[in-house]
């Protein structure tokens, strides 16, 4: 696609709930990052991948976060046992990869998490 | 570790006049990139510009233009002239050149133009 798509776009959770939010990148991005944007704040970083190899998960602020890319295009980010806490705005970007000066990270819409 | 600052939180100026948002930065690497970001009210975080820290060379993109000096750590963004559709949540950020590839933000300037 022309961008970076992600789904749902907003997601009401109960507490305790299991959810999922997906993010396609665009196409021939080798890194994909997830950050965490709460209200009235600048995004945050969780995680991010190189392909399908996740580099660094040193954001993830609890064990109830995982994220994956299996086949390097495609990832999920899943939060078990929702907590209110975690009611935010989940961003999804992709880049080129590599780190070059020339890199950058394109930015999904978002996907608006509100837990109950 | 890196850290940005946005100090301004929220501006307002009436359409037309100029604007200035700053960012002031925090590493101790000598290689790194900075970007700015706009976020309007749908929420998707739109590209703006790019800087590498080994080039000081002032830009200008129409109405937007961006000085960059390291001597006080800064990167601030001028809008001339400006308009109703600049409305939005600024957002500055940092990039090492090496290790994680992540952007670190500021906390955003949200710019509010009246008509």
């Known amino acids: 696609g022309a961008g970076v798509s992600q789904s749902p776009r907003y997601k009401v959770a109960k507490r305790g709930q299991d959810v999922a939010l997906r993010c396609d990148p665009i196409s021939g991005h080798v890194s994909l990052f997830w950050y965490q944007q709460a209200l009235g704040q600048g995004p945050e970083f969780l995680t991010y991948f190189q392909n399908e190899a996740q580099l660094d998960k040193s954001g993830l602020p609890s064990d109830r976060f995982f994220a994956e890319r299996p086949e390097g295009s495609v990832s999920t980010l899943k939060i078990q046992r929702t907590q209110q806490e975690d009611s935010a705005v989940y961003l999804c970007a992709s880049s080129l990869g590599g780190g070059s000066w020339a890199d950058t990270q394109y930015f999904g819409p978002g996907t608006r998490l509100t837990v109950l | 570790a890196q850290k940005v600052t946005q100090a301004q939180t929220e501006i307002s100026v009436v359409e037309k006049e100029d604007v200035t948002l700053d960012c002031v930065y925090e590493?101790?690497?000598?290689?790194?990139?900075l970007f700015w970001y706009k976020q309007p009210p749908s929420g998707e975080l739109v590209f703006l510009i790019r800087r590498n820290s080994f080039d000081e060379q002032n830009e200008i993109s129409g109405r937007y233009s961006w000085n960059f000096q390291k001597s006080t750590s800064s990167f601030n963004f001028t809008i001339t002239a400006s308009q109703v559709v600049d409305s939005a949540v600024y957002f500055c950020?940092?990039?090492?050149?090496?290790?994680?590839?992540?952007?670190?933000f500021g906390t955003g300037t949200r710019l509010t133009i009246i008509p």
């Open positions: 950020a940092l990039r090492l050149h090496f290790g994680n590839e992540k952007l670190t």
């Open positions: 590493t101790r690497d000598t290689t790194y990139y």
